[in-house]
């Protein structure tokens, strides 16, 4: 069973973390294991199985969650938020390809040596657009690697079409967020009230959004956008030193 990041009050990569065991209504706890004999010996009803750790009480409390796990439902039921939202629509883009991108009209222009960085609009940039003249905003980090995998490479080169109509688009490598402690899953955070995590197959084709209003997961994902925000690169500055680099 996949194990989904929860969160974690680590420095530096050390425990303790939380996270939900996909299907169940489970959460793993990562800790220091207990050691001391004399709270060993005051366990009750302990099974050869069991083993026991510390954590902080803050982990608990930022991140443990207090709903029962929503069902997955496709994109599309959640997509008029996009236009719904009051105040923010920031997003965290954690892997490393995705289906539609490969299976899109760009792609295919941008291997035969394309240009992709100045299409015209589409539904969701017209979009974009219609929402940040009304003062909204929109924005969202990529998490990259070392070298850039060719779907990451085709977002960076398409990434300026994004940014003309609004849609600011920041750039943050892979190593940088593991020593953040971001979660390594997708999710939209809407007005920092709602969050939408992604839910992808092994072909990386969205299956559909887990959307979710605990307290305690939206905390986490605003304080993941904050420390992404900034950390990242804006993508045409980070475009610049990938190229430096070739």
Request: charged share 30%; hydrophobic share 40%.
């Amino acid at each position: 069973m996949t194990l989904r990041f929860l969160g974690t009050t680590s420095d530096g990569g050390d425990c303790p973390t939380l996270y939900e065991i996909e299907g169940t209504a489970e959460i793993l706890v990562q800790g220091d294991r207990e050691t001391d004999p004399e709270h060993l010996a005051q366990l009750r009803d302990v099974k050869e199985s069991e083993t026991f750790v510390r954590v902080p009480r803050e982990l608990l409390t930022r991140f443990a969650p207090r709903n029962e796990p929503s069902q997955v439902i496709p994109f599309r039921d959640v997509a008029h938020v996009f236009s719904d939202f009051k105040h923010t629509a920031w997003r965290l883009e954690t892997r490393r390809g995705y289906a539609t991108d490969r299976a899109s009209e760009p792609w295919a222009r941008w291997k035969a040596g394309g240009d992709v960085a100045h299409d015209e609009p589409d539904a969701w940039r017209r979009n974009v657009a219609e929402q940040t003249a009304q003062g909204k905003t929109f924005g969202r980090v990529r998490l990259v690697d070392r070298p850039l995998t060719e779907g990451q490479l085709f977002l960076l080169n398409r990434a300026p079409s994004n940014v003309a109509v609004g849609d600011e688009i920041r750039y943050l490598w892979r190593t940088d967020a593991e020593r953040l402690g971001l979660p390594d899953f997708d999710f939209w955070l809407i007005d920092s009230r709602t969050l939408l995590r992604f839910v992808f197959d092994e072909q990386d084709t969205t299956m559909g959004v887990i959307v979710s209003e605990d307290p305690a997961e939206v905390l986490a994902a605003c304080q993941a956008r904050d420390a992404a925000w900034h950390h990242a690169v804006p993508a045409a500055e980070f475009a610049e030193r990938v190229r430096s680099t070739v």
